[in-house]
């Protein structure tokens, strides 16, 4: 009888595509999830290719004129998101505050 072969390595298996709809891909990312929604809908205001495709597609009559509107709502969503988030910074940092304070009086 021969001797077992050795084990091999298994590393090519992991490599290889699954057909749809097996194939998952895997992201990563260091950014907050928030960000990420708002530079992923960032993209189509400040691509003008991407930003009219967009609006043709729901159905502006002139996409390149509803363009500029568009890119100005967009970049004062994020003005009016990165605003909320301080916001909610300083109010859990006032809540903390408050619990720390009755913590120490009780």
């Known amino acids: 009888m021969p001797p077992p072969r050795p084990a091999s390595a298994f590393t090519n298996y992991i490599h290889k595509n699954f057909p749809a709809p097996f194939f998952k891909a895997g992201l990563a990312c260091a950014a907050p ?3 990420e929604i708002i530079g992923s809908l960032e993209m189509y205001s ?3 290719a991407f930003g009219r495709d967009l609006l043709k597609a729901r159905g502006h009559r002139d996409p390149t ?3 500029l509107q568009f890119q100005a709502y967009m970049r004062q969503a994020r003005t009016f ?3 909320s988030e301080v916001l909610l910074l300083i ?3 006032r809540e903390n505050v408050h619990t720390l304070a009755y ?3 009780c």
């Open 33 to 35: 999830v928030k960000g």
């Open 65 to 67: 004129a509803a363009f």
């Open 91 to 93: 109010h859990e940092f």
């Open 103 to 105: 913590a120490r009086i």
């Open 81 to 83: 998101f990165e605003a």
């Open 46 to 48: 400040e691509v003008k």
